[in-house]
């Protein structure tokens, strides 16, 4: 099936600093792109969607200023967190759409990131 | 706005039981439902979608069901195994193209 990465699993810095987050399709050429954050033993919380070559549309209460989302290639898209501070620590996935009839979303292994 | 809802939020059954998971959700308009599986601190794995024509898929020991009408799902399980363990999300797409909308997930464990 359809493979998605994203890089780094896991990220640690500290507070004031920019973190920024790669999501790949693998095998396939994604238009569209989801940021997603997770909470602890929360569900998935939609941020943004990305798609190629346009700006991202961010959901209600995702400041986009602060989550920078680049969409520049059907393979790549990238996720930049400005500025962290320690209520950013999360745990973030990625999913690219693959088209076609069953328009099937593949997700990422996610990165954990904490703030110190 | 299209809310979905997962029951159980956890569940622990022998090794062996056969479970069932249920989802519901409250717009029966939608594109199709996908059931995903998430081990702790990993990313998630599609298991199962079901097309809004379908009333099932089967993969395995999965079988999922869909009846649109009534807004519900579920996700059986037969002969579970400790390796089942994990969170097992449900997640419907109202249009193509539009985002996934998630419920809160049942826990599963397992015991040996």
Known sequence: GAVVSQHPSRVICKSGTSVKIECRSLDFQATTMFWYRQFPKKSLMLMATSNEGSKATYEQGVEKDKFLINHASLTLSTLTVTSAHPEDSSFYICSARLGGRLDTQYFGPGTRLTVL | ?112
């Open chain 2, 1 to 112: 706005k299209q809310e979905v809802t997962q029951i159980p939020a956890a569940l622990s059954v022998p090794e062996g039981e056969n479970l069932v998971l249920n989802c519901s959700f409250t717009d029966s308009a939608i594109y199709n439902l996908q059931w995903f599986r998430q081990d702790p601190g990993k990313g998630l794995t599609s298991l199962l979608l079901i097309q809004s024509s379908q009333r099932e898929q089967t993969s395995g020991r999965l079988n999922a069901s869909l009846d649109k009408s009534s807004g519900r799902s579920t996700l059986y399980i037969a002969a579970s195994q400790p390796g089942d363990s994990a969170t097992y999300l449900c997640a419907v797409k109202e249009t193509s193209g539009s985002r996934l909308t998630f419920g809160e997930g049942t826990q599963l464990t397992v015991n040996p």
